[in-house]
């Protein structure tokens, strides 16, 4: 490292003027040996503070998600800012050089006084990531027993309420699709009208809306592979795209807190709990078991990706098991709709060989 040079100003004083990236940083002290020995420590400091081992945690993220802006999602970089911004906050000031097994544990342990096991488990698996970015590791942690608290799903008493109370609302195509067809929120709000094949009755899950950062709703693929898929489409849900109003390119138009608080309304109508949307998709996987489809077609339907390669990989589904499942759930659903109430269908499909259903 080059010495700076010291001169005496007309005060006594003695001054150095040192430039570390970019930027001219001032130094005044009485005598020159001191003049000289500041500017060399903050020459020193400055540049060692930009040295990746001593970055803060939360830079140290922003660089993380920098990095990889091209090739995460939206959604994905949504939930890391969260993290950033609300959990082990006691490490994000910290230096990644001072960050040990002991700091960490430390962190869990106040978070676990605040939220449960999988929210800090997304937490660690961010952390952890920055610090292997880095090269550094840590140690085994101990998170506590995880409660495994089985999520509520509505009773079949429950949802007929609900079903009733759906029928005719502002947000009943939006209810079905999750509790039905087992869309993902995402899902639903990213369905282009030009994804409905009204001609086989067929919905064709290819993009997703998500939030970003910023709040404001991008567009995605959808989760996995397995979740671009073709769902056989029953005629009550027809019906209701039908009827709505084309506004835009997409099918639903409203943000998921405005779905939310329909849904809500609703729910208290009908006096049953809101468990919000993606919830139902747990419902419509409970419906599916219920009714002893079997996992591959419940997999197939719901676009759940498999943990199991030979699954992902060699065992297919068949048409014909499709169009048995579909004929299954819409027998389930339509059996808990309100007759009254319910619309007639559009049209009636034929069941064929080697294909989907295609309209009379």
């Not at 430390?106 to 610090?131: F, P, S």
Request: charged share 25%; proline share 4%.
């Amino acid at each position: 490292m080059k010495i700076p040079k010291a001169r005496k100003l007309p005060s006594g004083q003695w001054f150095c003027r040192v430039r570390v990236d970019g930027q001219d940083v001032p130094i005044t002290r009485s005598t020159e040996k001191a003049a000289v020995a500041a500017a060399m420590a903050v020459k020193a400091g400055l540049q060692n503070a930009n040295r990746p081992e001593n970055i803060t945690l939360s830079k140290a993220i922003d660089r993380y998600i920098e990095d990889r802006s091209e090739i995460l999602s939206p959604s994905t970089i949504r939930g890391y800012r969260t993290i950033q911004r609300n959990r082990l906050q006691d490490l994000m000031d910290m230096p990644l050089a001072k960050i040990t097994t002991q700091t960490v544990q430390r962190a869990v342990n106040a978070d676990a006084k605040e939220v449960g096991w999988k929210t800090i488990g997304n937490a660690l698996g961010l952390v952890t990531g920055v610090l292997g970015y880095h090269d550094i590791r840590i140690g085994k942690l101990t998170l506590g027993e995880d409660p495994q608290k089985e999520k509520s799903i509505y009773t079949d008493l429950e949802l007929m309420q609900l079903l009733h109370a759906l029928q005719g609302s502002n947000i009943e195509l939006e209810a079905l699709l999750a509790l039905w067809l087992g869309l993902r929120w995402s899902e639903i709000a990213g369905l282009r009208w030009d994804a409905v094949d009204l001609s086989k009755g067929v919905i064709h899950v290819q993009e997703a809306l998500v939030p970003d950062e910023n709040n404001k709703r991008v567009s995605k693929g959808t989760k996995t592979a397995k979740s671009t898929r073709s769902i056989i489409c029953p005629d009550y849900i027809l019906h209701l795209i039908e009827a709505r109003e084309r506004s835009g390119d997409h099918i639903v138009t409203v943000c998921s807190q405005t779905a939310w608080r329909r849904l809500d309304k609703v729910c208290k109508a009908a006096g049953v709990p809101c468990y919000g949307f993606h919830r139902m998709r747990h419902q419509n996987s409970s419906v599916m078991a219920l009714l002893n489809i079997d996992p591959k077609y419940a997999m197939d339907r719901g676009g759940w990706a498999s943990t199991k390669v030979m699954h992902q990989v060699y065992t297919h589904t068949m048409d014909a098991g499709r169009q048995q499942v579909a004929a299954k759930m819409d027998t389930y659903f339509t059996g808990m709709m309100d007759p009254q109430k319910a619309k007639k269908p559009l049209r009636k499909y034929r069941i064929t060989t080697g294909g989907l259903p295609k309209a009379k």
